[in-house]
């Protein structure tokens, strides 16, 4: 493959983008900086605050860190109905940002991770066919990890207006089940340190979602 300065540049911002990932999970306090976010959304933002914390899905996406975090601080910081639409809309557009950068600058380093997910070469063939379905039943039954997910479905020939729409549907029973949860934490540390703190019920509820998806 011949050298050009295009493919130099995309090779240097996916080598930074990696240094930032690694960096991120390695060093960062993040459940306390999540935490401090969350915070802040509460106090600060008024109004704003959905929006800022559907927002807040994309780099957090982008860098594969998980975001249950913020779907959970949704249920307990605007209840059940604007959390469920602001931490939906989130995750979509967070999945949609790491869909464009895998099929763009990223492609390269997803191609070469797809050996590391053989199931996943039928699924691609799947989705030639019927892309949008495909991406919906991965959705509610997730197969591969959520965040590696986006990357690898990059490289298909799904179409990005499809691939949001079923991701968006196909996440919903699992957003609904965790903004439910935190609509029932009584304090906000519990959003970032309550997992080992819930009750039976919290845990049945889960369950059953994971099981009706």
Avoid at 104 to 126: E, W
Wanted: hydrophobic share 55%.
């Amino acid at each position: 493959m011949a050298f050009t300065w295009g493919s130099a540049l995309r090779i240097t911002l996916l080598i930074l983008l990696v240094a930032a990932v690694v960096t991120a999970c390695f060093t960062l306090p993040v459940e306390k900086i999540l935490k401090d976010f969350l915070t802040w959304v509460d106090q600060d933002l008024g109004p704003w605050g959905p929006l800022v914390l559907a927002v807040a899905y994309i780099p957090l996406t982008i860098l594969a860190v998980p975001a249950s975090v913020l779907t959970l601080g949704g249920g307990y910081l605007f209840g059940l109905p604007v959390g469920f639409v602001a931490d939906s809309i989130g995750a979509t557009i967070g999945a949609g940002a790491a869909f464009l950068l895998g099929r763009t600058i990223g492609k390269p380093f997803v191609i070469s991770k797809l050996k590391d997910y053989p199931q996943f070469r039928s699924v691609a063939l799947a989705i030639q066919r019927s892309g949008f379905k495909i991406v919906l039943l991965l959705r509610l039954v997730p197969l591969l990890p959520f965040n590696m997910l986006n990357y690898l479905l990059s490289v298909t020939p799904v179409p990005l207006l499809e691939y949001m729409l079923a991701s968006w549907i196909g996440m919903m029973p699992i957003t609904l089940a965790l903004v439910y949860v935190g609509t029932t934490l009584k304090d906000l540390s519990d959003v970032t340190h309550g997992w080992n703190e819930f009750s039976k019920t919290r845990w049945a509820f889960l369950i059953f979602g994971l099981v009706v998806s």
